[in-house]
């Protein structure tokens, strides 16, 4: 079992920035390839962004947000990172942390889920 939990969120105005943080309670935290999703109000949830566990320059995001989002991770703190720059209203949506054993899976259907966090996007 993996329990993550997420932080970091908060309202900012748009074109700002937001660093968001997820810790995992886990021993073999750089086994899990992990990841951010996110869902806004009255939509699906949608992936953002993922970091690959075996090479963490390998990273996948969003059409939505490439070029704008970074994901990153550090294993000695088992905390995984997503830095929000130039932010856009239709960013604004509450922020899970998941995690997968599979890298295939990681887009789709996570193993694990944080509780999320909640971004605000003022125009």
């Known amino acids: 079992q993996v329990q993550l939990v997420a932080s970091g969120g908060g309202l900012v105005q748009a074109g700002g920035s937001l660093r968001l943080s997820c810790a995992a309670s886990?021993?073999?935290?750089?086994?899990?390839?992990m990841g951010w999703f996110r869902q806004a109000p009255g939509k699906e949830r949608e992936f953002v962004a993922a970091i690959s566990w075996s090479d963490i320059s390998t990273t996948y995001y969003a059409d939505s947000v490439k070029g704008r989002f970074a994901i990153s991770r550090d294993n000695t703190k088992n905390t995984v990172y997503l830095q929000m720059d130039s932010l856009k209203p239709e960013d604004a949506a509450v922020y899970y942390c998941v995690a997968a054993a599979r890298p295939g899976v990681i887009t789709r259907k996570p193993d694990y889920w944080g509780q999320g966090t909640q971004v605000t996007v003022s125009s």
């Open positions: 886990t021993r073999s935290f750089s086994t899990y390839t």
